[in-house]
């Protein structure tokens, strides 16, 4: 596959495509914006929901990849994550099938796996401890439900459509990790940046589903996959680590919030405001 150039990005006004829409052009992208969500200063950008079909018609018209941020991305009603997730990302993969688009880059979650117990040693975690991308699913909410359909749909596609995605199970991609358990899970945006860049021209690539983090001291798992796409992580939540432990001190084995990778999705998932 050519490297791309026209990427469609969509979830372009979220807190990851405002980051993504800062560095990933310096990679040599140029980028269509779309988003349901106006996005100020970008008249090109489209805005329109991913339930309508046209507007997503046009929107992948010419491209050459598309990254597929656009989701509901927290806990809510059922209803809710169905028509955003579940529906959204079939409406972009028909879009993407009948444009004859060559690859999807899916932001899936660590939900998708939440009730993974997290590694019990560390930090740092001995390599043959560090849980593995064929874990069993395990979703912690309808939102990590919602990210195990789309690891589904992308892999139809590939089978029955020859459209090839990388699936991105992201940590928590943000300026800085906020809680002690981000110090384990935590994708810097520079790396996040550098991930996708590696899953949008990484050669033959089918469906691959990996897990996105940076070279975290703390790491829960094996970036083995997604380094086996070019990617290089040069950042490490380490540097974060005593100003957030002094805070909250370590993570709590008896807490249940501490146990499984998906945190508090687990216990007390975040309401996305109804
Ligand atoms: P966000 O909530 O800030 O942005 C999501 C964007 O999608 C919003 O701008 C929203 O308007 C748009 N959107 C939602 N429903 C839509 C629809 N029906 N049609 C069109 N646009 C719609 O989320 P964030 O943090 O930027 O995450 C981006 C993606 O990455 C999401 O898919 C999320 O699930 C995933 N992810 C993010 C993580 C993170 O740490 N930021 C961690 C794991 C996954
Ligand atoms: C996610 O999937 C969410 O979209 C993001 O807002 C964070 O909560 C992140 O996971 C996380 O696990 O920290």
Redesign the pocket.
């Known amino acids: 596959m050519p490297a791309p150039r026209t990427v469609l990005l ?10 993504m829409r800062g560095l990933l052009p310096a990679y040599g992208y140029e980028l269509r914006l ?4 106006p996005i100020e200063g970008e008249p090109d950008a489209i805005t ?5 079909r046209a507007a997503l018609r046009a929107a992948v018209a010419g491209v050459d990849a598309v990254l ?7 806990e809510a009603p059922f209803e809710k994550i169905l ?3 579940v529906e ?1 990302t079939y409406h972009l993969y028909e879009a993407v099938r009948e444009a004859g688009v060559p690859r999807v880059v ?6 998708a796996v939440g009730y993974t117990p997290r590694p019990a040693g560390g930090p740092p975690v001995a390599r043959d401890e560090l849980i593995p991308i064929d874990t069993p699913r395990r979703p912690d909410t309808y ?1 990590g439900l ?2 195990c359909f789309g690891e589904d749909l992308a892999q139809l596609y590939c089978d029955r459509h020859g459209v090839e995605t990388v699936s ?7 300026m800085e990790p906020t809680s002690v358990r981000m110090l384990s899970v935590w ?1 810097s945006p520079g790396d996040g940046a550098r991930l996708f860049h590696a899953a949008l021209t990484a050669p033959d690539v089918g469906h691959s589903v990996v897990y ?1 983090s940076s070279a975290n001291t703390r790491l829960w798992w094996d970036l083995s996959s997604a380094r086996a796409l070019g990617y290089e992580p040069q950042d490490d939540s380490e540097q974060f680590a005593a100003k957030l432990v002094a805070e909250q001190g370590e993570l709590d084995p008896e807490n249940p919030a501490h146990r499984c990778l998906g945190g508090q999705f687990v216990t007390d998932p975040p309401q ?1 405001p109804l």
């Open positions: 969509t979830g372009a006004a979220g807190g990851l495509g405002t980051l779309f988003d349901v969500t329109a929901d991913l339930a309508d597929h941020l656009a989701a509901i991305s927290l028509r955003a997730n959204g899916f932001a899936s979650s660590n939900h939102y919602s990210k991105v199970r992201i940590g928590s991609c943000f994708l996105g996305w």
